[in-house]
């Protein structure tokens, strides 16, 4: 591009604590804003033209709770920001919010309405960021509908990019990638303890009551097993007592976590592109995951796959892996070359490839 951009992402709501699709979005805008550009970020709690529904209690009560967040325009604390980011926090963003941006940039299928009015008007180029297929937040018809919109559309996975070939729309495909300078390899397999170590989360599909039940069984076979949890939730009911929790960990901490253990178990039922286990790998971490499309995205041919749902499944392969070294270890190797060869620059590089071409094609 001959000259810089005005970029506006849209992300729904203020969150406090860590979420993977905000935190790919903020480090994107950090990309961007390197570059020159003028970037701003407005979480929403709602957008205009949004015909989604009635919000869900909990969505009205988070609103309340980060009142003074919103009034406040607070950057959340637990990301960090280029200096040249804007964070703007609206309880409801219209399309008038957006007047000025060379791209609006939806991250969510809430604000891909918006995204569109505002393109159709002439008034920027609508980009649609897509990191999952999110019928488990709002109707599957009203996501559908917001993927046929007229948007350049991103996604970070091939499996969505299949969903979207079902739907008969284009995407591209920018896939994720891990921060080598945050994730470090740790320890060679054979010097880490017989060790398990997975996120939890209230969220259903993550599957928490799954973890609980794997770790448990594990521990049968495996009397020496130790297991660390992490997530942004108190410790959760059912979890073993053996089981260590921690709550929130600090980056470095996290990573010790990630380097520590000898296997990450990832228990959910879908994930858009999931990135505890891609963090894990990049610290030298086998994986056993279920069988979902948001790790095999990266994660085929370098980790062990379960059905959905199957305990029995997923801990015999996390026995496998404890009581097999070289095999634990063929994995984790393999995995960290798989993703040690796409660096978080070359993904935000590509994303800033699809801005900048659809800047060239604005109507506006």
Not at 27 to 41: C, F, P, S
Not at 96 to 125: F, Y
Not at 229 to 245: I, K, S, Y
Request: include cysteine.
């Amino acid at each position: 591009m001959s000259h810089l951009l005005n970029i506006t992402f849209l992300l729904p709501g203020y969150s406090p604590n860590p979420i993977g699709g905000y935190k790919v979005a903020y480090e994107y805008a950090n990309h961007l804003a390197r570059l020159g550009n003028d970037v701003k970020i407005i979480h929403a709690w709602r957008f205009s033209m949004d015909e989604s529904g009635a919000d869900k209690p909990i969505d009205i009560l988070r609103r309340v709770r980060y009142m003074p967040e919103v009034v406040r325009n607070t950057k959340p604390g637990w990301f960090n920001f280029h200096s040249d980011v804007r964070i703007i926090n609206k309880f409801l963003t219209i399309s008038r919010d957006l007047d000025g941006s060379d791209i609006v940039v939806a991250t969510a299928c809430q604000s891909a309405p918006i995204t569109n009015e505002h393109s159709l008007a002439g008034k920027s180029s609508g980009v649609y960021f897509i990191q999952h297929y999110e019928d488990w937040s709002k109707d599957a018809s009203f996501v559908d509908r917001t993927w046929k919109l007229p948007l350049r559309k991103v996604v970070i996975a091939p499996w969505l990019q299949e969903k979207a070939s079902e739907l008969g729309v284009a995407a591209e495909l920018v896939p994720n990638a891990i921060d080598a300078d945050r994730f470090a390899p740790g320890p060679a397999i054979p010097a880490r303890p017989l060790s398990v170590t997975a996120i939890v989360s209230p969220q259903e599909w993550k599957r928490t009551d799954l973890v609980c039940e794997v770790l448990a069984l594990a521990k049968a076979t495996v009397p020496d097993l130790e297991g660390t949890t992490f997530g942004v939730c108190p410790r959760p009911e059912g979890l073993p007592a053996w089981v260590q929790h921690v709550q929130q960990p600090a980056p470095a901490d996290l990573s010790a976590i990630y380097q520590r253990a000898r296997v990450y178990l990832c228990a959910s039922d879908a994930e858009g592109w999931h990135l505890p286990p891609a963090e894990a790998m990049m610290s030298g971490t086998a994986v056993v995951s279920t069988n979902i499309g948001g790790v095999r995205a990266y994660a085929d041919g370098s980790a062990l796959f379960s059905p959905t749902g199957d305990a029995e499944a997923l801990a015999d392969n996390v026995v496998r892996l404890l009581t097999d070294e070289a095999e634990c270890t063929r994995l984790a190797e393999a995995g960290y070359a798989k993703l040690s060869g796409y660096t978080s620059h070359d993904a935000a590089s590509a994303f800033t490839k699809v801005i900048e071409s659809a800047a060239e094609n604005c109507i506006g």
